[in-house]
Each structure stands twice: as C-alpha cells, then as structure tokens.
C-alpha cells in the first residue's frame, strides 16, 4: 500500500474542524501533517493534542515537502490566490465550495491544476451521500428515464448566532442569501444531473432576520438540454434538506435526517413507473471524509476522481448568474 497523503488543512474554524474530526476515522488513504490558522491561539491546544504541527503562515504549508496536497477551508474570496500559490508549488488542491465566485475565477482555477498536472477536488460532499450517489448512478444509467425537474432545498438557521461582521455573511463573500452556504451544493447536483444551465431567475428576500444578505433565496433554472431545477435556501429556519428528481420512469426525494456537520441518515421515498410509492431509510454515513478519501485516492492515482472539471466551472457559471438575477430580479443568461 503507498503512504498516506499528506495534506495541510488550511483554515480550522467551524468547517476545518469538522474534516479534522472526520480524517481521524479516515483509512490510510490520507493524513493531516500541518495545520493553518490566523488565529492560532483558538485551535492551539487542538493540534498540539493531535500532534499536527500548526502556524499562522500559508506559506509554511507550501514550504514543508510532507505536504502534498492544501484543503481550502478559508473565506471564498481567498480561494483563487491561495489555489495560485498552491500550484505554484507543485501542490494538489482541495477546496470548499465555492471554488470562486465567478466563471473566469473558476475557469483559471480548473486550468491552472489542469495544466501542472494536480488534482482539484471540490467541497461537494453531498455527492457521496449513499441516497444521493445511488440516484446518481440510476440516473446516469438511465433508469429514471428523461429527467424533467427537480426540487431542493437546503436550509438551516446555525448562521443566525454568528457576528453580523462574519465572513460568511458580507456581500462580496456571500451574496444571495444562502446560496454560497447551503444552495451551492444543490446547484452542483442539478448541473450533474441536467448539464449546462442556459437561464436562471433568483429571488433573495430578508423575511425574518437582520442577515445582511438576506435569509431567504430561491432560484429557478433553466437547462440548455431542457427540463428545469427549483433551487431554495433559508438561513433563518430549523434545518430542512431535501433534492427530488422527477424523471418519465420514476422519481427519487432523498431528506437529510440532520445536518452533514453530524449525519443521521436519511430518509428516501421513491416510485418508479407501474410500481408503488416506497420508503426506505438509509443509515448514517460520513460524506465529508468519503470525498476527501476520493480526493487523496485520484492524487495517488488509484482513482478517478468523479467532479469534472466541466461540472466545476458549469456550478460556477450558474452560480455567477444566480448573483446577477438576485441583484436586477430579472431572468439572466448564464455565460
């Protein structure tokens, strides 16, 4: 078996933790050897207790030959250079979502990993989710039949307790409401399923909070290859997560039991053509350690790794035109 990959995980707030926790339960596949973090003060008894060395420089990181690959869990903003610096030193790369926050910044991030020959993976753990992984590949081969829609939904109120100065609530790192937190992912699976989006219309409403940005967001696109995805996103209602597809031979709706932060399972209602309405329910699985193991297993080469390169500037796109129709409340292309 080759070593473990080695990677520096940048950024240790709410989310750098989370995928520590996890990668202790990882397999051998890969191996926090560094951590980063601004604020070294908040996490320094954590990595002295795992024995993961830690400093406040990025360029340490980059520096130290035991690390192979950097996770992003850093400001969305900061995402393009630190992807820059990484490559430049011959470093894989694995970022949260967003990868950035338009087309042109996705499309430079993908070619620079592209053209050093370094892998890029994408904080869409929601891909590795059991129910949604087995309705990707019964879409994928063909058993829903001509998809048509879908519906999603992914909301949570855990934003409401964070400083109105927070990151993840100022405008040029999180515009639209929700939709860079929790939207994002059901984007990323409505490009999966339906291809490229040709127009979306986004609607960001401030119901019942005082979030900067808006705690309410719902997007309804429109696909080159036709069929439509209704996309929505509180960030001031209890947790809610639900994507439906409807296609000619059946339909799937897949309803998170809890947060991924601590999966509980899910619960899957299902029908295909001429048969009844089923409903299963699937037990707790950790998506967030499964696609980082995907992630180091495509850096040793023993994997492919299954978001493209198409699928992460197509999210982009789209994502970049929700932007744009929340701000006019118009119909707006996607480039």
């Not at 992003?72 to 030193?89: C, F, K, Y």
């Not at 100065?165 to 992912?185: C, E, F, S, V």
């Not at 699976?189 to 040709?198: D, F, I, K, T």
Request: aromatic share 6%; glycine share 8%.
């Amino acid at each position: 078996m080759s070593a473990p990959v080695g990677i520096a995980l940048i950024g240790l707030g709410w989310w750098g933790k989370k995928m520590l926790n996890v990668l202790a339960a990882a397999p051998a596949d890969i191996r926090v050897v560094r951590a980063v973090e601004p604020n070294v003060d908040s996490v320094s008894a954590l990595c002295a207790e795992r024995g993961i060395p830690l400093s406040a420089d990025y360029t340490d990181a980059l520096n130290d030959p035991a690390v192979e690959a950097v996770v992003l869990a850093t400001p969305h903003s900061l995402h393009g250079a630190q992807i820059e610096a990484a490559v430049a030193a011959g470093k894989h790369v694995f970022c949260e979502k967003p990868l950035a926050l338009t087309k042109a910044g996705a499309e430079k991030a993908v070619a620079l990993c592209r053209d050093a020959g370094l892998v890029l993976g994408m904080g869409h753990e929601r891909r590795w989710e059991p129910p949604i992984a087995e309705m990707l590949a019964m879409a994928d081969a063909g058993t829903l039949g001509r998809l048509h829609q879908i519906e999603a939904n992914f909301s949570h109120d855990k934003f409401l307790a964070l400083d109105r100065d927070n990151w993840r609530l100022k405008a040029d790192q999180a515009p639209a409401g929700g939709m860079t937190a929790t939207g994002i992912h059901l984007l990323d699976l409505s490009v999966r399923l339906m291809g490229q989006a040709e127009s979306v219309l986004c609607i960001c409403e401030k119901l019942s909070s005082d979030l900067p940005n808006g705690d309410t967001v719902a997007a309804f696109i429109k696909f080159k290859g036709g069929g439509t995805s209704y996309v929505s996103a509180s960030l001031a209602n209890p947790f809610m997560s639900r994507f439906t597809v409807y296609g000619s031979k059946g339909w799937i709706d897949i309803r998170d039991k809890a947060h991924v932060e601590s999966p509980e399972g899910w619960i899957v209602t299902s029908a295909m053509q001429g048969g009844p309405i089923t409903t299963v329910e699937i037990p707790p699985a950790e998506p967030v350690k499964d696609n980082l193991v995907s992630f180091a297993r495509a850096v040793r080469g023993t994997e492919t790794y299954p978001i493209t390169a198409t699928h992460l500037v197509d999210n982009i796109a789209l994502l970049e035109a929700v932007f744009a129709s929340a701000l006019s409340g118009k119909i707006e292309r996607v480039a």
